[in-house]
Antibody, heavy 115, light 112 residues
Framework: EVQLVESGGGLVQPGGSLRLSCAAS????????MHWVRQVPGKGLVWVSL????????NYADSVKGRFTISRDNGRNTLYLQMNSLRVEDTAVYYC????????WGQGTLVTVSS | DIVMTQTPLSSPVTLGQPASISCRSS???????????LSWLQQRPGQPPRLLIY???NRFSGVPDRFSGSGAGTDFTLKISSVEADDVGVYYC?????????FGPGTKLEIK
């Protein structure tokens, strides 16, 4: 069974940092591109970042470029999102998603940026 | 960026009746590899999104056959042949052809 389990969310002050993790299981992690997608509760889905299967290629939404870094450890079957210089508007549930087609989603982890 | 629009934004439907959601992209979603990376997602209340349809018309594993997708280029449609109570939620189209990936605003399906 494919499982994606996010962790690392929480409350952080503006300007602070957090690192999200996504533990993958039930499939060959190193064969799949992975994304991060976020959602303000009650609002729509917003794509954040993507990384290729071997980690050699990344892409970011303009709103997070230069502040967020996506990475992966294929030996540990884990996806990461390092979030720096956090802003109030980064507050959202962050989902780990598999493939360009968005085939599997984690349950999400809530990031709250507030003073 | 490719802008995705959906109509309607809200759809009250009678149980057992069909429903249809339209998604339009601001540019063609045909990738240079020949595929069209247009997906349909369902988000039930309190749940993460779930993939229903990928590459325009391919039903994902475990998705009931009352869901179908069609379209090409910039115009796409999700159809539910006979709405059930379990189908209540928000439906999103998403393109993965060009980065940044983008989502439609969502269509809220509710039962009349």
């Amino acid at each position: 069974e494919v499982q994606l389990v996010e962790s690392g969310g929480g409350l952080v002050q503006p300007g602070g940092s957090l690192r999200l993790s996504c533990a993958a299981s039930g499939f060959t992690f190193s064969n799949h591109w992975m994304h991060w997608v976020r959602q303000v509760p009650g609002k729509g889905l917003v794509w954040v970042s993507l990384i290729t299967s071997d980690g050699s290629g990344t892409n970011y939404a303009d709103s997070v470029k230069g502040r967020f870094t996506i990475s992966r450890d294929n030996g540990r079957n884990t996806l990461y999102l390092q979030m720096n210089s956090l802003r109030v508007e980064d507050t959202a549930v962050y989902y780990c998603v598999r493939d360009l087609s968005a085939s599997y989603w984690g349950q999400g982890t809530l990031v709250t940026v507030s003073s | 960026d490719i802008v995705m629009t959906q109509t309607p934004l809200s759809s009250p439907v009678t149980l057992g009746q069909p429903a249809s959601i339209s998604c339009r992209s601001s540019q063609s979603l045909v990738h240079s590899d020949g595929n069209t990376y247009l997906s349909w997602l369902q988000q039930r209340p309190g749940q993460p999104p779930r993939l229903l349809i990928y590459e325009v018309s391919n039903r994902f594993s475990g998705v009931p056959d009352r869901f179908s997708g069609s379209g090409a280029g910039t115009d796409f449609t999700l159809k539910i042949s006979s709405v059930e109570a379990d189908d209540v939620g928000v439906y999103y189209c998403m393109q993965g052809t060009q980065f940044p990936c983008t989502f439609g605003p969502g269509t809220k399906l509710e039962i009349k």
